[in-house]
C-alpha cells in the first residue's frame, strides 16, 4: 500500500442555511486516504458524515477548504470540469433503486456514463455491462431487465456495477449497504471485500453500523457534531479507542461480558447530542463528556497525533 494520499481532505467547512439560520454540518475536518486504503468513516446520525462524503466528490461545494485528489484541488471546479475526475472516484449511495433510470435497461444504465462520454460505443458498452453485471454477482442476461423487475439488493449490485464501469480507484460508499437485509448486507460486503482485494479499490466507507465498517476498514475516523474526533487502526479503534466519545460508541458494539464496564460508561453518557444551531464552545463532546475538565468548556482540541496512526482531538490525550 503507497503512502501517498490518493484523496486528501484539508479544512473542510460546509454549513446549510436552514429557516434563516445556519447549521454547521462539517467543521474543519481534514482527512486523507491513500491509495488501496479504505477508511471508516462512522458516527450518529446528523454528525455530517454524507456531507462530508458528498464534498469529497464534489456534489456538495464546501464554504472553505481543499479537496485533492492525486495532487489535484477540486474545489471550485464546475461540474463538468469534475467529469474527468469522477473517472477516479464514484459514490454509491443508499437508494439505488432511485438512482436507476427506471425506463432504461439494466444494461444501459451501467454503461450509460461511458456511452455519454462517448469512451465506447454502444456495442461493446452492452458487452462491458454484461461482465460488470456478473462481476458483481449477477447473471449477464440480467442486462435485459428494467430495474423494477429486480430485488433492493440487485438494485443496489447494478449502481455498484455502473460505478465500476468507470473503473474508478475509490469508491465512496454512503450506508450502500444499511437498507438491505442482513444476508444480502453480507454479500454485498463481501463483494466489496472482493473488489478491494481484486482491484487495489480504496473506500471511503460511510455508516453508523459499526460491525459492517470493521469489515473492510483499514482505518476509521469517528465524527461528533460535524468534527472528527478520532481517527485510527481498526484494531485500535475497536479494542481501545481513546476519546471518551469513540469509547462510548465502540463499548456499544462489544459483547457484554468482556466489556461490561464500558457498557455502563455508554449509559452513563448524560445527555442528548446539543442542537447543531446552537453549538457548546469548547469541545463539542464536553456537554455529555464524563471527565471533562474546564479547559474543554472553552478551548476546541484539535486532532493531533498520540501516536503512528492514531489522532485523537481530546484535551486529556
Ligand atoms: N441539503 C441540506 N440542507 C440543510 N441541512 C442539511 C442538508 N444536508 C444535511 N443537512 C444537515 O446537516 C447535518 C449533517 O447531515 P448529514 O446527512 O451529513 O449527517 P450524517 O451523519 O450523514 O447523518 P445520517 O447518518 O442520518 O445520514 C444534519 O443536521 C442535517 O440535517
Known amino acids: 500500500m503507497s503512502l501517498t494520499p490518493f484523496l486528501d481532505l484539508r479544512h473542510i467547512e460546509k454549513s446549510f442555511r436552514v429557516r434563516g439560520k445556519q447549521l454547521p454540518a462539517v467543521r474543519d475536518v481534514s482527512l486523507s486516504i491513500r491509495e488501496g486504503e479504505s477508511l471508516g468513516l462512522v458516527g450518529e446520525s446528523g ?10 466528490i464534489g456534489l456538495t461545494a464546501p464554504d472553505a477548504g481543499s479537496v485533492r485528489l492525486l495532487g489535484e484541488e477540486l474545489v471550485g471546479r464546475s461540474r463538468r470540469d469534475l467529469r474527468p475526475i469522477w473517472r477516479h472516484m464514484q459514490m454509491v449511495f443508499q437508494d439505488a433503486g432511485a438512482a436507476l433510470h427506471p425506463r432504461m435497461t439494466v444494461g444501459r444504465n451501467v454503461i450509460d456514463p461511458l456511452v455519454a462520454r462517448r469512451l465506447v460505443s454502444r456495442r461493446e458498452g452492452w458487452e462491458i455491462a454484461r461482465q460488470l453485471l456478473e462481476q458483481v454477482g449477477l447473471h449477464a442476461d440480467q442486462a435485459e431487465a428494467f430495474p ?10 447494478v ?25 444480502v448486507q453480507a454479500q454485498m460486503m463481501d463483494l466489496f471485500i472482493r473488489l478491494k482485494q481484486e482491484r487495489n479499490l480504496s473506500y471511503l466507507f460511510i455508516s453508523h453500523n459499526l460491525p459492517t465498517v470493521g469489515q473492510i476498514a483499514d482505518r476509521i475516523a469517528v465524527m461528533y457534531l460535524g468534527q472528527i474526533v478520532e481517527v485510527g487502526t481498526t484494531q485500535r479503534m475497536f479494542q481501545n ?11 456499544s458494539v462489544l459483547p457484554i461480558p468482556a466489556n461490561v464496564s464500558a457498557r455502563r460508561e455508554l449509559r452513563a453518557l448524560p445527555g442528548e447530542m446539543p442542537s447543531p444551531f446552537d453549538l457548546p464552545r469548547g469541545c463539542p463532546f464536553h456537554t455529555r463528556c464524563p471527565v471533562a475538565v474546564d479547559r474543554c468548556r472553552d478551548v476546541r482540541p484539535q486532532l493531533r497525533a498520540i501516536d503512528v496512526d492514531h489522532q485523537v482531538a481530546c484535551h486529556l490525550a
Open 148 to 157: 423494477f423487475e429486480l430485488s433492493g439488493g440487485q438494485q443496489q449490485r
Open 159 to 183: 449502481m455498484i456495477a455502473r460505478a465500476l464501469a468507470v473503473e474508478p480507484k475509490l469508491l465512496i460508499c454512503d450506508e450502500a449497504v444499511s437498507a438491505l437485509d442482513v444476508s
Open 47 to 56: 454528525s455530517g458524515k454524507s456531507t462530508l462524503g458528498r464534498c469529497a
Open 241 to 251: 479507542p481513546y476519546h471518551p466519545y469513540s469509547k462510548a460508541l465502540f463499548a
